[in-house]
Nanobody, 125 residues
Framework: QVQLVESGGGLVQAGGSLRLSCAAS????????MGWFRQAPGKEREFVAS????????YFADAVKGRFTISRDNAKNTVDLQMNSLKPEDTGVYYC??????????????????WGQGTQVTVSS
């Protein structure tokens, strides 16, 4: 059973940066694509970024393209989200997730079957 633990959230001013990290337990980390999602108060959880099992493919939501990057270290079982030029609308709880199936990358919430507990990101204006 995989466990995902996020860290790195906090309060930052608009224009600032944060780096989120997700540590995964369990086997076969390097065979699953990983994703980051976020949920703002009163809104549905939405896709932010995903990365393929080997790290060669990445996808980003239009709202974060050019500002966020996603990376992974399969030797350490971690996946990071670097967030630059943060905006107040980036505020929310950020979740790390693992795809349901091996060797498949996706962007839909329903395609991810294991989730972390989330970390709060607050961007002040």
């Amino acid at each position: 059973q995989v466990q995902l633990v996020e860290s790195g959230g906090g309060l930052v001013q608009a224009g600032g940066s944060l780096r989120l990290s997700c540590a995964a337990s369990g086997r076969a980390f390097s065979t699953y694509s990983m994703g980051w999602f976020r949920q703002a108060p009163g809104k549905e959880r939405e896709f932010v970024a995903s990365i393929s099992w080997g790290g060669g493919l990445t996808y980003f939501a239009d709202a974060v393209k050019g500002r966020f990057t996603i990376s992974r270290d399969n030797a350490k079982n971690t996946v990071d989200l670097q967030m630059n030029s943060l905006k107040p609308e980036d505020t929310g709880v950020y979740y790390c997730a693992r795809h349901r199936s091996m060797l498949t990358i996706a962007t839909r919430t329903a395609d991810f079957g294991a989730w972390g507990q989330g970390t709060q990101v607050t961007v002040s204006s």
